[in-house]
């Protein structure tokens, strides 16, 4: 059973940087595509990025150009690195693994104006 823990966020000026980490136990973690989410208060669940196994990167449209999903096989990690931070990428951001449906506990961001 794969298990997930997110790390890094926390409270940045817009214009800033920040950079998730999210920490994978499990033997086939590398095998799983792993994506990132986020959810603002009062609002669903909403896509982020993903990294399948094999490298091959998607993102939302929102943040496009901004962030980058990145996975390190040996590490059992994909981070988000996220650059060019608005007041409303202001979310909590969740991990994911496509193949076994786990979710981290999340990670919160707020970037103040």
């Known amino acids: 059973q794969v298990q997930l823990v997110e790390s890094g966020g926390g409270l940045v000026q817009a214009g800033g940087s920040l950079r998730l980490s999210c920490a994978a136990s499990?033997?086939?973690?590398?095998?799983?595509?792993i994506g990132w989410y986020r959810q603002a208060p009062g609002k669903q669940r909403a896509f982020v990025a993903a990294?399948?196994?094999?490298?091959?990167?998607n993102y939302a449209d929102s943040v496009k150009g901004r962030f980058t999903i990145s996975r390190d096989n040996a590490k059992n990690t994909v981070y988000l690195q996220m650059n060019s931070l608005k007041p409303d990428d202001t979310a909590a951001y969740y991990c994911?693994?496509?193949?076994?449906?786990?979710w981290g506990q999340g990670t919160l961001v707020t970037v103040s104006p």
């Open positions: 499990g033997s086939t973690f590398s095998d799983n595509t």
């Open positions: 994911m693994s496509y193949g076994t449906a786990v």
């Open positions: 990294v399948n196994s094999r490298g091959v990167t």
